[in-house]
């Protein structure tokens, strides 16, 4: 009789795969990265009341109804960053609430989207503001090429409508801003059919259509402002701005993306044989591993970087609050079964189909191994590299925050400035 397991189960079982016995996983050594960086924000929840107070001050009036954008994002404090925001709406005499600004993101429904600001600590309680969720949207401006700009209809229903947000690279496109508040107000807060039709274009038009959403939706009036937070590569809080509606998507906005761009970390090498992820997720990266360290970007139209330069790409595990969404997969080239096993293929597909171009090529399937070490012996097997050679390995928590990692004697031999081995 037919065994009922699925592929993975069965893999998870064990296959006689057809390793060279040769092949041997290398020891791996600890390295740190120098890397100069901004000091930390003590208190992010205090800098977001005073950056919120001080900056709008002579943009809210008493009992203007202010509906805050949580993310589906792993922002550092995000629950002190959204709560000292809320409280600095309330002292300036607002009514503010929460409603999820996350486009297709949690299955693409009012429920998931909910649960999604719940798992990541964002709860009423802890905000300390009601949380309205819903996944309808209303039409409220258009840009000057005719595209509608969608707004949540409990958004839609408040004065005016603030994005919370860290600014950072995005994995998509480049441009003068790239994630942060404009993207929130335009792709976030627009739901499924925001995000839809931005993800739906080329890179280039992408970048554009972000850029003219955010004017057609700033002259209608409904933008109070923003709130940016900027993370060093060592997850810490370096920055806290409050953004006025002019400055959302303005050069101040500008600046905020020059200044984290700065304060991404490369890898330190150039040429990787097997890079080893232990975690991926929504809460690390929109492609469950971030394009700007690995250098994998795979979207028709866009360009390729030059480094860093890797052969093969094994991801071992995926963050409880992704909830099986893996939009970003097939940046990876191994997995192991117990990975594949928590894939959860509609919520895949539906943020797949958003994204439009860039969610083709990564929301394929990697091979699926039986364990870490049948993935790890079948990257080596596989880079390129002769089983005689030493193998450039790297191994990394996350593509999140990065300040070190675990590498192969080949690399530790070569280790570029600014990198130490830890005794």
Not at 64 to 71: F, I, L, N, R
Not at 110 to 127: N, P, Y
Not at 222 to 247: F, H, K, M, P, Q
Request: net charge negative.
């Amino acid at each position: 009789m037919a065994s009922s397991a699925s592929p993975w189960e069965q893999l998870s079982r064990g296959i006689d795969l057809p390793f060279d016995p040769a092949v041997q996983i290398p020891e791996l050594f600890e390295v740190e990265f120098a890397h100069s960086e901004p000091a930390p924000i003590a208190d992010a929840e205090a800098a977001a009341r005073t950056a919120v107070v001080s900056t709008l001050r002579t943009s809210v009036t008493p009992g203007m109804t202010v509906a805050v954008g949580g993310g589906s994002r792993g922002l550092t404090d995000r629950v002190g960053l959204l709560r000292g925001t809320i409280t600095g709406l309330r002292e300036l005499g607002a009514e503010p609430f929460v409603v999820p600004a996350m486009g297709s993101h949690g299955g693409a429904t009012a429920a998931g989207q909910r649960a999604m600001l719940e798992s990541l600590g964002m709860t009423e309680d802890a905000v300390g503001a009601e949380i309205r969720a819903t996944m309808d949207t209303v039409v409220v401006a258009r840009t000057a090429a005719g595209m509608p700009i969608y707004l949540d209809t409990n958004a839609a229903g408040a004065d005016r409508i603030l994005p919370v947000n860290r600014v950072k690279p995005h994995t998509c496109f480049k441009g003068p801003i790239e994630s942060g508040c404009t993207k929130m107000a335009v792709v976030g807060f627009g739901k499924q059919p925001g995000a839809a039709q931005i993800h739906s274009c080329g890179p280039v038009e992408m970048r554009d259509r972000l850029l003219d959403g955010i004017a057609a939706l700033r002259s209608t009036g409904r933008l109070l402002g923003g709130v940016a937070s900027v993370e060093s590569s060592a997850g810490d809080i370096v920055r806290v701005e409050a953004l006025t509606a002019d400055d959302v998507g303005g050069q101040r906005e500008m600046d905020l993306t020059a200044f984290a761009k700065g304060l991404i970390p490369a890898l330190p090498f150039d040429e990787i044989d097997v890079l080893v992820i232990e975690r991926g997720g929504k809460d690390i990266s929109g492609t469950t591993m971030d394009p700007n360290v690995t250098g994998r970007f795979w979207v028709h139209g866009g360009p390729e970087v030059d480094s860093p330069r890797i052969s093969n790409i094994v991801l071992l595990g995926i963050t409880e609050v992704s909830g099986g969404n893996v939009l970003g997969i097939g940046l990876a080239d191994f997995i192991p079964a117990a990975l594949a096993n928590q894939i959860d293929w509609e919520k895949t597909y539906i943020n797949c189909f958003t994204a439009g171009p860039a969610g083709v090529r990564r929301s394929r399937m990697p091979m699926v191994l039986p364990d870490e070490s049948a993935c790890m012996k079948a990257a080596l097997s596989m880079c390129g590299r002769g089983v005689e050679q030493p193998k450039r390995v790297v191994r990394i928590t996350s593509t999140l925050h990065l300040t070190r990692c675990w590498v192969s004697q080949a690399l530790l031999e070569h280790l570029p400035p600014g990198a130490r081995r830890v005794q």
